[in-house]
């Protein structure tokens, strides 16, 4: 049977009020995730699902879907990234907590409900201003009923819009205090009955969260030119990065946990600080907020410093606004970050992206355009443009990615022949292969590869020695970054560039192939290779699942492949660790900070301070005992695990792993080619949820600016209702397309629906007491256009 893992991406836009519903669509995508991750542990047999919850109807609906497809693909559904800005940002922060460590969401329903509202959100106002805004109250009726009786039939919105507008004026109204304290108060209520060992992120993988922020002030950046020497501009973007890692299983590494929480409600405070709205978020406030609510702040000076950027110098002086002022779609971050993603089974990715309020197709801007007036200029530079950037430019680059995935198939699958033939005759024939022997073929092997390279391979070699400088010289910024040392990483990377461009100068080959100093320094750094080389191998293994009648190979073993896959994924994570600051000591970090204390002082020397700091770090990355076990690895426990046709065309693509890479590092530069998967998108929005979908439906927090939402309980109540059936409607349709076209006879597709959105609208019932009529619509909507199918769902 085929297994799929559906990895999903998420783009959470901004929008204001229609953040509820972006929490609504949060809410489905929840549900999806964990009823995959309970199906899966139950029919595991784990000894931790007997000691899950019980899953709700909606969450039972879809592992019924999944339960249905099981027979043609066993589907896994996992998020591992999310990016989201202003009211994006805040949905994104939730519902990555809730999937790091398996909580529950509704609390942050109740928030959305109850106190996202103009009257909860404004600032208490005293003093004799109350009193004088009184006095223009006919005046502000007058206006509300000539100018916005077509738009606005509702009592409750139109009384609170008047007494918003007799709210402060020239201040912002929204009290960015009170947010903090119900956003605190959500993220504790998640805390209720949990188990902190639980958590939705599959073992070995990642999930990392993406928020933009926008930084008032601004932090001065220094750009190397020519002439003059440099030049420096002030940077306002900030993209604050959260990453939770499940290592091994009952122990996630994560910056979601309780511990967290003041990182990540200040993080949500600052990208949705509405300008005009709110009053910009600052340090001060949340600390206010959290001495009068009695919570600790364990981690905010390396939060303050790690992701701000700032000292105790400079944290007074700085604020954050909106993050949709500088990037509201943020696609760039999850598209980077998924392309070098691990998965454990076959991949489907999706990159999905929410937008509530998507552009109208039949709206027509032709004819005589009227000049905009000062205010609506004003209200457009800070809101509506920045809110509707172009996505174009990222999308073009995602199917630039996929074009290239498409090709590097293609060429690897045809050099693999010429590979296996050149190495073939360097593996010994007998059954047995010692690690020791699996040494020797590898460093022939690459040898060959070199020597048959020719003067290609200096291209090869000058990238992977300005590949390695640029990593070290980051790590090295990083290792020795204090409040009192400047920031160097540009003088360092010139002078492991200059470092590097000597050793091989004096080379005797004139390539550095095989000069015993390049050797011995990329035996002792070259962390990124042993990656590539890793990844490769696990792209070997995920061709040996499949198992057609045209081959005389055994039917593969799963558990074995994945086993096998699981210890190489544990490799890849303990390289990785040697390119973060974490994984050395105090002598590192000495010899950093004296290497970065040169640069500032102007000295041009590098053999005298570059080669002892590079000797120092190659002794604590000890990649030459790596190297042996995964020589180990490959020769005997892959022996153990795999079939003997199967173990020899793995010990082929590690062993020819150096004629690929010197094809595949030239172009792609990076550690990335191992999955080789195409990235596809899909859109929730209203107008894509089609199954449901009724001429003329708007959301209500579109209204008045997208503040709508504010102003009227049920309208929140419909805008979250709806998130939650356009969510259910489209995760539906990606599901199977992920399983293929087909899968499923169209009758079980309309159950499957019926029932999904029959569950929600059973959960929401007694909860949503503002829309009576509008829950009793839908319910009648969903029977008139599932008929058959409807009174079978309630059965179930």
């Avoid at 998108?681 to 708007?698: C, K, M, N, W």
Wanted: aromatic fraction near 8%; include cysteine; hydrophobic fraction near 40%.
């Amino acid at each position: 049977m085929k297994e799929i893992e559906l990895r999903l991406a998420l783009v959470l836009y901004g929008g204001v009020s229609l953040a509820i519903y972006m929490h609504g669509v949060s809410r489905e995508i929840l549900n999806l995730v964990r009823a995959s991750s309970y199906r899966l542990d139950r029919n595991a047999g784990s000894a931790q699902s007997a000691e899950m919850p019980p899953l709700q109807p909606v969450q039972r609906a879809y592992q019924d879907l999944l339960d249905l497809l099981s027979g043609v693909a066993d589907i896994r559904v996992v998020v591992d990234a999310i990016a989201g800005a202003s009211a994006g940002g805040v949905n994104g922060i939730m519902l990555a907590r809730a999937i790091a460590h398996d909580l529950p969401l509704e609390s942050h329903s109740e928030m959305w409900l109850e106190n996202a509202d103009v009257t909860r959100l404004s600032r208490p106002q005293s003093g004799l201003s109350r009193y004088l805004k009184l006095s223009i109250s006919p005046v502000l009726d007058q206006l509300i009923s000539s100018r916005l009786d077509k738009q606005i039939k509702s009592v409750e919105t139109r009384e609170k819009l008047r007494q918003f507008m007799q709210a402060r004026w020239f201040s912002p109204p929204f009290s960015g205090e009170r947010f903090i304290g119900w956003m605190l108060d959500a993220c504790l209520k998640m805390e209720t009955g949990n188990s902190s060992d639980r958590t939705l992120i599959p073992r070995g993988q990642t999930l990392d969260l993406f928020v933009t922020i926008t930084d008032y002030n601004g932090v001065k950046r220094r750009i190397l030119l020519d002439d003059p020497a440099f030049v420096e501009e002030w940077d306002h973007r900030r993209i604050l990065k959260f990453h939770a890692v499940h290592r091994t299983r009952g122990f996630v590494e994560s910056q979601f946990d309780a511990d967290n929480i003041p990182e990540l409600v200040f993080t949500a405070r600052a990208t949705s600080s509405f300008p005009g709205a709110f009053p910009p978020a600052t340090v001060a406030e949340m600390e206010r907020v959290l001495a009068k609510s009695g919570h600790a702040w364990p981690g905010r000076e390396a939060f303050l410093g790690r992701e701000l950027c700032l000292t105790p110098d400079t944290t007074a002086q700085h604020c954050f606004v909106d993050g949709s002022v500088v990037m509201n779609k943020p696609f760039a971050p999850v598209i980077e970050v998924i392309e070098e993603r691990p998965a454990a089974r076959e991949v489907a990715r999706r990159l999905i992206y929410v937008d509530p309020a998507p552009v109208d197709m039949s709206e027509n801007k032709s004819g005589p355009m009227e000049l905009p007036g000062f205010f609506r200029v004003i209200l457009a530079s800070l809101a509506h443009i920045p809110r509707n950037e172009p996505i174009g430019d990222d999308l073009k680059e995602l199917e630039q990615n996929n074009r290239r995935s498409r090709w590097l198939a293609q060429l690897i699958d045809a050099t693999g022949p010429v590979v296996e033939q050149a190495v073939m005759p360097l593996l010994p024939k007998r059954r047995s292969i010692t690690a020791e022997v699996l040494s020797k073929c590898r460093r022939d092997a690459t040898n060959t590869a070199f020597e048959q390279a020719g003067f290609a391979f200096l291209n090869y070699q000058s990238l992977k020695l300005h590949a390695l400088a640029e990593r070290l010289a980051g790590l090295t910024h990083r290792l020795g970054h204090t409040a009192d040392l400047p920031i160097r990483e540009e003088a360092v990377l010139s002078l492991f560039s200059k470092h590097f461009n000597t050793l091989s100068a004096e080379s005797k080959d004139g390539l550095g192939r095989t000069d015993p100093h390049i050797i011995a320094l990329l035996r002792g750094l070259d962390v990124d290779y042993r990656i590539r080389r890793l990844r490769f191998a696990i792209r070997k293994l995920n061709g040996f699942y499949q198992h057609g009648k045209a081959t005389s190979l055994p039917v593969p073993d799963a558990n074995a492949l994945d086993h096998l896959k699981g210890l190489l994924y544990e490799q890849i994570d303990h390289l990785g660790w040697r390119w973060t600051e974490r994984f050395f000591g105090g002598k590192s970090r000495e010899l950093s900070e004296g290497l970065l204390a040169v640069t500032a002082s102007g000295n041009c020397g590098t053999e005298e301070h570059v080669e002892p700091f590079l000797e120092g770090l190659s002794k604590m990355m000890g990649l030459v005992d790596l190297d042996r076990l995964h020589d180990e690895l490959f020769a005997e426990t892959a022996c153990d695990l795999l079939d003997r046709e199967r173990h020899l065309s793995l010990l082929r693509s590690y062993v020819g792993f150096g004629f690929y890479d010197l094809i595949t590092f030239p172009v792609l530069q990076r550690n990335d080619f191992s999955e080789v998967t195409e990235i596809l998108v899909d859109r929730i929005s209203p107008r894509d949820a089609a199954s449901l979908y009724t001429e003329g439906f708007e959301l209500k927090g579109k209204a008045l600016n997208s503040f709508g939402a504010f102003f009227n309980r049920s309208w929140r109540e419909h805008d979250y209702l709806w998130g939650r059936l356009n969510a259910a409607d489209r995760l539906v349709s990606i599901v199977l397309s992920s399983a293929g076209e087909g899968t499923l006879p169209q009758q079980q597709i309309n159950q499957a629906r019926a029932r999904i959105f029959l569950a929600i609208l059973e959960e929401e019932r007694d909860k949503l007491a503002a829309i009576p009529e509008e829950l009793e619509r839908v319910d009648t909507l969903i029977r008139s256009i599932y008929p058959d199918f409807a009174h079978v769902a309630e059965e179930v």
